[in-house]
C-alpha cells in the first residue's frame, strides 16, 4: 500500500489539476446519493472557479501522481448568488462564511482517514485567512425510499456530526443536475451544515 500525498493549491495553482479533478468528480458523484450525470467540460468550466478565487483551497490526495481524492473549498463571497441567498436570507453576512464545496474519494482508498484531512485542511486555510466566523458546506437530500439507494447506503451525517457540523434545515436551496437514470435536468433539495470557525480544530 502506497503512501498518499496531500498537497495544497489555491487560485491558478489549481489550474493545471483542473482536467483530473473533472474526472475524479464524475466518477464519485455518479454514486447514491448524488446519482450525478456529468460532463468533462460542465466540470472544467465549474472548476474555475477555484482558479478565479485567489483564497480558495483545494486540498488534493495523490498516489504515485495520480489523483485519488480531493477536497475544495472558497470563501462564500467568490461563489454564485444561488449560493450565497439562502444565507442573505436567514441573516448571515456572506462575507463571513467559508464555503467547504465538496470532498471526493475513490472508493478504494476510504477508510484510510483521508477525510479528516480533508476537514482538517479546509479548515486550516479558512482560519488562516482569519476573516470568516462560520464553515459550511451542503448536502443533498434523497427520500429514504429512494430506487437507486444501495442496501448498505449509510450517510455521512454521523461523521459531519462528529467533526463538529450541526445541520440548518433553515438554509437550504435547490440544484439542478441530470440524474443518472433521468432524461433532463432535475431540481435536487440541498441543506447546508455549519460550524461555528471558533470550534474548527479545537
Known sequence: MNPIAI????????EPWIADLARLRITVFRDFPYLYDGTAEY??????????SPDSIVVLALDGGKVIGASTGL???DETPEFQQPFIDQGYDPAKV????ESVLLKEYRGRGLY???F????EHA???GRFDWLSFCCVQRPEEHQLRPADYVPLNAVWTKFGYVRHAELSTRYDWKDVDQEQETPHDMVFWLKPIAEALS
Open 7 to 14: 498537497t495544497h493549491l489555491s487560485g491558478q495553482s489549481v
Open 43 to 52: 466540470e472544467e468550466n465549474y472548476l474555475q472557479t477555484y482558479v478565479r
Open 75 to 77: 470563501p462564500m463571497q
Open 98 to 101: 467559508f464555503y467547504c464545496a
Open 116 to 118: 479528516q484531512r480533508f
Open 120 to 123: 482538517t485542511g479546509r479548515e
Open 127 to 129: 482560519r488562516r485567512l
